[in-house]
């Protein structure tokens, strides 16, 4: 082969190389809006709802939105054919983690527990179950780890509704439980688990103030409101500015 020759194959392997890379970075920036879309979904349908069958009925309009999602991933099938996955990760990853956020918000409204690493493959399979790609360990775990801040925020606006209070000790009690034990052997993992032991705090202290207060002064009911009210508006605050 002539060195012209060489060089335009190495040309045409490098334009396939970039080009294959941002059409991976758009995909994965269209996964990440949807994803977020989802999430605010879910917010908005569980503040506004006020039904025993809410967290259901928010769990299914996240999956029916998710499924955009899954429609652009089974269209990178052929991107990420054989190696190219592990080639491309670092394009995938966002949008991935986001996305799995997003699964894990509306699983934990439908079943109050965490979703699994095969769960989470599944969704990311054919109708023959052939996977679009594979699902990385890492990946997986940041993912979750983003959910923290979702239930934080999920907690403390549902602690001024009725059995919100209740609902919130459960969150409290459920990233306490699975969260706290992640170790930050994965890349990225430690700063995530710094935000989640934050978002943690942030229940923590809106959970107790209320149940403190509520017990060690026998407030009146509509007292208690207010604080709950007060609480609310401080840690909604204090959320945000954490966003």
Same mark, same amino acid.
């Given at each position: 082969?002539?060195?012209?020759?060489?060089?335009?194959?190495?040309? #045409?392997?490098?334009?396939?190389?970039?080009? $294959?890379?941002?059409?991976?970075?758009?995909?994965?920036?269209?996964?990440?809006?949807?994803?977020?879309?989802?999430? *605010?979904?879910?917010?908005?349908?569980?503040?506004?709802?006020?039904?025993?069958?809410?967290?259901?009925?928010? =769990?299914?309009?996240?999956?029916?939105?998710?499924?955009?999602?899954?429609?652009?991933? =089974?269209?990178?099938? @052929?991107?990420?054919?054989?190696?190219? *996955?592990?080639?491309?990760?670092?394009?995938?990853? @966002?949008?991935?983690?986001?996305? &799995?956020?997003?699964?894990?918000?509306? +699983?934990? /409204?439908? +079943?109050?527990?965490?979703?699994?690493?095969?769960?989470?493959?599944?969704?990311? !399979?054919?109708?023959?179950?052939? %996977?679009?790609?594979?699902?990385?360990?890492?990946?997986?775990?940041?993912?979750?780890?983003?959910?923290?801040?979702?239930?934080?925020?999920? =907690?403390?606006?549902? &602690?001024?509704? $009725?059995?919100?209070? #209740?609902? #919130?000790?459960?969150? !409290?009690?459920?990233?306490?439980?699975?969260?706290?034990?992640?170790?930050?052997?994965?890349?990225?993992?430690?700063?995530?688990?710094?935000?989640?032991?934050?978002?943690?705090?942030?229940?923590?202290?809106?959970?107790?103030?209320?149940?403190?207060?509520?017990?060690?002064?026998?407030?009146?009911?509509?007292? /208690?409101?207010?604080?709950? =009210?007060?609480?609310?508006?401080? *840690? %909604?605050?204090?959320?945000? %500015?954490?966003?």
């Amino acid at each position: 082969m002539s060195s012209s020759a060489a060089f335009d194959d190495y040309r #045409a392997h490098l334009d396939d190389y970039n080009d $294959r890379r941002e059409r991976l970075i758009k995909a994965s920036r269209d996964v990440t809006n949807l994803s977020k879309r989802t999430i *605010f979904l879910l917010h908005r349908i569980m503040i506004e709802a006020d039904s025993d069958d809410a967290a259901a009925s928010a =769990a299914a309009s996240g999956r029916e939105k998710l499924r955009e999602v899954q429609t652009i991933y =089974a269209s990178l099938k @052929p991107e990420l054919e054989g190696d190219r *996955f592990w080639r491309y990760q670092r394009q995938v990853s @966002p949008g991935l983690q986001e996305y &799995i956020e997003a699964l894990s918000f509306a +699983h934990y /409204l439908e +079943h109050k527990s965490l979703i699994t690493f095969e769960e989470v493959q599944q969704t990311l !399979c054919d109708s023959d179950g052939i %996977s679009y790609f594979p699902l990385s360990v890492s990946d997986y775990l940041l993912g979750l780890s983003d959910l923290t801040g979702e239930l934080m925020r999920f =907690a403390i606006s549902a &602690i001024g509704r $009725r059995g919100g209070r #209740a609902q #919130a000790s459960q969150v !409290c009690a459920f990233v306490r439980a699975y969260f706290e034990r992640m170790t930050p052997y994965i890349r990225d993992l430690s700063k995530k688990q710094a935000v989640t032991a934050q978002s943690l705090e942030k229940i923590e202290d809106a959970a107790y103030a209320i149940i403190v207060r509520g017990s060690e002064y026998a407030l009146p009911q509509e007292m /208690l409101d207010d604080i709950v =009210a007060q609480s609310v508006s401080k *840690f %909604s605050h204090d959320g945000d %500015s954490t966003r």
